[in-house]
């Protein structure tokens, strides 16, 4: 197990989709179709959550594919 932070910079974010349909079990859709981290805290301008599991992998393929790159993903 691994504990890990995902931020997404949502000033950044430019709604592509890219990490919420390669990787939905962190990303999420707003209604505006900005990206969310899921089950985590979200404003404006941010949105953040902590994991405690196998799929970092999977966030960091997203991190690497934001087109924006709005996408933070550290290790606790
Ligand atoms: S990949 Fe980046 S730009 Fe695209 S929706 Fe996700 S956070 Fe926004």
Do not use: W
């Amino acid at each position: 197990m691994v504990e890990y932070k995902i931020e997404i910079e949502r000033t950044l974010c430019i709604a592509c989709g890219s990490c919420y349909s390669s990787d939905p079990v962190h990303f999420e859709p707003d209604q505006t179709t900005k990206s969310t981290v899921v089950g985590g805290i979200a404003d404006e301008n941010s949105s953040a959550g902590t994991f405690n599991d196998e799929e970092i992998e999977a966030a960091k393929e997203a991190q690497d594919s934001c087109p924006a790159s709005a996408i933070i993903v550290t290790e606790q």
